[in-house]
């Protein structure tokens, strides 16, 4: 008995992709990395424009660390809602502060996807101060990785997969499959980056306005899963079945305009924390 719970174990981890779980799917990922360097001042364009691909491919390089590093999951989300009610007032946003309210196993525990940020700004800025081309890139990448994640309404709820209301499989359906079907019509204008003032409240701000996204999010999807069968329906959550077009369609038409919105801005952010994190290395020559 105990050997075939194991090798259930063991089937369940091999079948289960790392990024089944949470997270703008690869391309969204990849495209808000590119449409980012768009947004940079001369000072920086250069040099991201030549590491374009890399920091584009490299977009999904946090996912892919979850499967090493059991620490890295709660990296990408925060579960505002576990806080009380908008706009959590109850939670400091001073990361020791929280930890001292609510101990370090909760905070850690309902996500820590803000103060990553933060902490990624600093070490693109230290990186910059390096002068070192293969940290930069990688460092920007990777914080462009979780300023998507901040904008993915569903990484901001503790019913992120529609798991308490019927919505079971959201998740992948909204942020995957119906961004993925659509891509060809994304035709982004993300302004001019400038640096952020306070990089925190900012990221909370981002946060906030993802968390409120969420409950249209579900109303789409409850009334797009009302033409389906019920082996469609508990399709959705299982990430080998196909598309289902008419439900991605239902979805697409009420949540299109908000997902193309919400990448936009995210290319936006991206490109202002990079600014801060330059500016907070002092502007330095990057590498040629
Ligand atoms: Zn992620």
Redesign the pocket.
Known sequence: MLRRISLLIVLAIVLTPVNST??WGFKAHMRINSDAVDTLPPGMKKFFESERNFISEHAVD??KWKGDDKAEMPR?YIDMDMYGTYPFKGLPRDYEEAVRKFGAEVVNGRGTLPWRIIEYTHKLANDMKSGNREKIRMTAAALG?YVG?LHSPLHAAENYNGQYTNNYGVHKQFESRMINANLVSYDPEPDEATSIEDPLVHAFDIILNSYNLVLPILEADTKARKILTQTQIDSLNDWRSKDIPEYLSILYSDLGDMGWNQMNSASYNLGRYWVTAWELAGKPLLPE
């Open positions: 949470r997270g946090p996912d990408h990785h994640d």
